[in-house]
């Protein structure tokens, strides 16, 4: 073949239209060979002769997009130092757009076959990288870019959200293409969501165990190529062509005004501890991109419970991460970002270090520090739980309000506190550092964990048909089953049941800050128990479109709760409450008023009782403007929000005329409907509020 010079930069595959630079790093390396593999099987074999900065480049003339390769690189095989280079290997290209194929569980993966002392050749058992081309029809595509005020996230899993979608043509389902239906993009519209946020879309593998028991890697959390979006999740799967569906999702979701977050994956790899496969970077250079043990590189230093964490203080892989992200918001156009186990990516050495090379790198970025950043504030290694400890550019996941809301609304003793807390946008945590509520992402529920329906169906989690003996997940869910454990044809039970489905919807769309909604718990999506569907491809994570009355009347609730949060800026205020006492007569009232039952103000006292269960807040409307469309300042509407965790109704008195002279329910959660006739009550009068239920009331 001919072959040129060509470039060190950028790494990987770059088509020009006439040929393909190729370029990869390793510092480790004697050699590197490129692979290329064609139509018939046959392969030609291209030794990288150049190298600049560790960077082993070549130019290709006449190679062009669906060309597929691998690298074989040599070098040391000297565990005991950290070098596992290993030439039987065929190698993914880190930086590919597009991958074919995907790993099998063949020992040839494994540094040493077991049919035989010497290693054994890969290449039939692996993945292939895929050269693309990069064009892309873009032309007005425009970036919706919601505030943060306004937002309102969807987590969802492009194959569990129309996997069983009626609307969704049968070829269509599970895959980018599907998710960018019109009956899907209508769903999403119509519920009121601003912003999707998929589960992991980076190429990733099959977990070989996972494989053995019939199970798959359904979550994606086991990356291995952070430039290419999984190809199994494409309807056209030929060569490359997983990026242009990919694209051209993301462009309809856009013009239906959709902002589209990425969970990304940056903490580990698919490829395990030292005993797992050899697919790509433990071959090229595992000691400069793998965390090894200290005192002991043969073994690596795991603080993410996968067998391996990307060395994030080494620049080669700090520049990995930058460059993948700059690439899915240059060249994909995605809005943001949510990292999961994100503490991992702030450890220099051992200690969470929010100001590490990263976020210093992120800070400064003119893309990435453009876009919306999420983190997963917590790790598995010592200190890894740092919620509240991200720097200002960065919004986190607030574990501390899902385990706050499911402690009140379950009749917890001394859960008021820290549910008023985190209600009012967890200041506690953020505002130290002047961020605003916009830091704290709250949710309930979310892929993780219990369905929102599950929450108030079990006590225990159901995990059997993981094929752990009942062993994975979380032990401690703080859910409550309502009396009855899984299905039940308890009348009572069940509407319980669906009133604490109202609750936690209520709840997280009243709180300050931005919430999230797990995909189908608008529709009471049920996993049956499990608390940790990872490996369920299948009906037990999809979700299940065929809906009965009362998850007919869920999603409706649902619609009215979040259009009444986006009508009203006081719900979701862009700072956060000063409160105060109630002012002497003819002051203005604080943005915030807590009260009793008996509607006198709340005193330290009253926080501090272990069977306080019951409490009214004031959000002020008059202390808040928002710029109508010709930039004027506008006051928003007053509300009172009454919450009853108890097992007995509670008799509230509305305050005085201060507050407000006639009130109006906007929400009354027990009611089957949730939205009641708009009764009017007057001040200081009585008003009855159902047990475990909540009343919204705005002031006439």
């Known amino acids: 073949m001919r072959t040129w010079i060509g470039h060190p930069f950028p790494l990987g595959p770059t088509y020009d239209g006439e040929g393909t630079n190729f370029a990869l790093f390793s510092e480790v390396a004697d050699r590197v060979d490129i692979v290329l593999v064609h139509e018939d099987g046959t392969h030609d074999s291209v030794s990288l002769t150049e190298v600049d900065g560790f960077v082993w480049h070549c130019y290709l003339p006449g190679v062009g997009p669906g ?97 069983r979608h009626p609307g969704v043509p049968a070829e269509l389902r599970g895959t980018y293409a599907g998710l960018a239906t019109e009956p899907v993009i209508d769903h999403l519209l119509s519920l009121g969501v601003t912003a999707v946020e998929l589960m992991p879309v980076h190429q990733y593998v099959q977990d070989g165990f996972l494989r053995d028991r019939g199970l798959s890697n359904y979550w994606g959390y086991a990356s291995i190529g952070f430039f290419a979006p999984h190809n199994a999740y494409a309807a056209h799967r030929s060569r490359g062509e997983q990026v242009t569906e990919f694209k051209s999702m993301v462009k309809k979701l856009h013009t239906a005004g959709l902002e589209v977050i990425l969970d990304v994956v940056y903490n580990h790899t698919a490829e395990g501890n030292e005993n797992g496969p050899t697919l790509a970077f433990r071959g090229i250079d595992n000691a400069s991109y793998y965390r090894q043990a200290e005192g002991d590189p043969a073994h690596y230093f795991d603080t993410t419970g996968t067998g391996n964490s990307l060395l994030m203080r080494h620049p080669n892989v700090l520049q990995l991460v930058m460059d993948s992200l700059r690439h899915w918001v240059t060249e994909m156009h995605v809005d943001g970002f949510r990292f999961d186990l994100a503490a991992t990516l702030a450890r220099q050495i051992h200690d969470v270090d929010r100001l590490s090379a990263f976020f210093d790198l992120v800070q400064q970025d003119p893309v990435v520090g453009r876009v919306k950043l999420i983190a997963e504030p917590w790790d598995v290694g010592e200190g890894g739980y740092q919620v509240g400890n991200f720097p200002p550019l960065w919004s986190e996941w607030n574990g501390k309000y899902r385990d706050a809301v499911r402690d009140f609304w379950r009749g917890e003793d001394n859960s008021l506190a820290e549910f008023a807390s985190r209600l009012t946008g967890s200041s506690d945590l953020y505002q130290h550092d002047r961020r605003r509520p916009r830091a704290s992402v709250n949710f309930v529920t979310a892929h993780d964990g219990f369905t929102l329906r599950d929450l108030v169906s079990y006590d225990h989690k159901h995990n059997e048909a993981n094929g752990e003996g009942n062993r994975d997940g979380e032990n401690t869910n703080r859910s409550w089953n309502c009396g009855a454990e899984g299905p039940t044809a308890d009348e009572g039970v069940l509407e319980l049941r669906a009133r604490q489905q109202r609750n936690f919807l209520a709840t997280l769309l009243l709180s300050q800050g931005i919430p999230m909604i797990a995909h189908g718990d608008e529709v009471g999506r049920t996993q049956l128990g499990n608390n940790n569907a990872y490996c369920q491809d299948s009906e037990v994570s999809w979700v299940d479109w065929d809906l009965d009355e009362d998850r007919r009347a869920l999603l409706d609730f649902t619609q009215r709760a979040i259009a009444l949060r986006a009508a009203h800026p006081v719900l979701r205020r862009r700072r956060f409450f000063r409160g105060g006492t109630a002012a002497e007569e003819g002051r203005p009232l604080p943005d915030l008023v807590w009260l009793r039952p008996d509607a006198h103000e709340m005193t330290r006292q009253d926080w501090q009782r272990s069977d306080a269960h019951a409490i009214g807040v004031f959000l002020n409307g008059d202390a808040i403007t928002e710029p109508d469309a010709c930039g004027r300042p506008v006051a928003d509407s007053s509300f009172l929000l009454l919450l009853n965790s108890y097992r007995e109704p509670i008799v509230f008195r509305l305050p005085d005329l201060a507050y407000g002279e006639r009130w109006t329910t906007r929400i009354d959660t027990s009611d089957p409907r949730g939205f009641s006739d708009e009764t009017e009550h007057k001040a200081e009068s009585d008003i009855a509020v159902g047990a475990h239920s909540l009343l919204l009331l705005s002031r006439c």
């Open 67 to 163: 060309q597929r390769y691998g690298y074989r690189v040599h070098g040391p095989w000297d565990p005991a130092a950290g070098h596992r280079c290993n030439p039987a290997k065929l190698l993914l290209d880190p930086y590919a757009k597009a991958f074919e194929g995907q790993v099998d569980n063949d020992p040839a993966l494994y540094e040493r076959a077991a049919r035989g002392p010497e290693p054994a050749d890969s290449a039939a058992h692996t993945m292939l990288s895929v050269v693309t081309d990069p064009s892309f029809p873009w032309e007005g595509d425009v970036l919706p870019r919601r505030p943060y005020a306004q937002t309102v996230i969807y987590e969802a899993h492009v194959r569990g959200l129309t996997r």
